[in-house]
């Protein structure tokens, strides 16, 4: 039996509390947890802050995001009295693409906005994951099509660890109720119809009856959808 089976035998049915506490036994220091300050990331923020889980919680600061989630990243710090650890985009990088193309260079291909998250959030990330052996997100098969193939306990080959998805069968409703219950702080843009939220220039309100991730590079078919974090794994 492989590590993968392992460990999806041992906490793969566990409560999201249980399995981060399990998973973060056996990768002493070699665990971290992404959050871009959304609703299913404060509650895993939650769970690992109030809870004094040894679990490092990071997030990627792309230069780009909306005040509204500085002021979460905050006063999320200011709950909890933890550090979240901030990676940034290599300047080198960045300076070459903007001089090259300007500021808004992801508006006009989808090569060009992948080519700006390959700069500001996929070359961070695999910084922010080496040395590490799990990596914990607040992915929901809910989110999108894609996601539904995915597995709640999955090996990233990209990165080469175990990706764990505490609350990936949750429903929206539960994450709502969550929150409420536990009093935690979260960005007020998912009141104004904002479900998904990174960086600003690409990310607009979502209308009635429009896909959970419409708002995210709404300018683009709706089949390329993600930035390149988190692809479908085995």
């Known amino acids: 039996m492989t590590e993968l089976e392992d460990i999806r035998q041992e906490v793969g049915e566990l409560e999201p509390i249980k399995a981060l506490a399990e998973l973060a036994n056996k990768f002493p220091g070699e665990i971290v947890f992404s959050t871009s300050f959304g ?3 404060q509650v895993i923020t939650h769970m690992i802050f109030a809870n ?4 490092k919680i990071f997030t990627l600061e792309t230069g780009r995001l909306f005040p509204e989630t500085y002021y979460v990243w905050n006063r999320t710090m200011e709950m909890y009295g933890k550090p979240i650890h901030a990676y940034y985009p290599n300047n080198e990088l960045l300076e ?3 001089n090259a193309k300007g500021p808004s260079s992801f508006y006009e291909s ?3 906005r992948k080519e700006c998250c390959g700069i500001r959030k996929v070359e961070p990330l695999k910084r922010a994951l080496a040395g590490n052996k799990c990596w914990v997100t607040g992915i929901r098969a809910e989110q999108s099509v894609g996601r539904h193939d995915m597995h709640n306990i ?6 080469n660890l175990i990706k764990f998805h505490p609350i990936f069968s949750w429903t929206l409703d539960q994450v709502k109720a969550y929150i409420r219950e536990n009093n ?5 843009l998912h009141d104004k119809g904002f479900p998904s ?3 600003s220039p690409c990310t607009r309100a979502v209308q009635p009856g ?3 991730r419409a708002g995210r590079w709404w300018w683009e078919d709706q089949s390329k959808k993600e930035c390149g974090l988190h692809e479908a794994h085995k």
Do not use: A, H, R, S
């Open 184 to 188: 935690i702080p979260y960005n007020t």
């Open 96 to 98: 070459k693409m903007v």
């Open 52 to 55: 004094d889980l040894p679990i």
């Open 39 to 41: 609703w299913e990331d």
């Open 110 to 112: 989808v090569e060009n």
């Open 210 to 212: 429009e896909d959970f």
């Open 154 to 159: 999955e090996w990233d080959e990209q990165n």
């Open 197 to 199: 939220i990174g960086c």
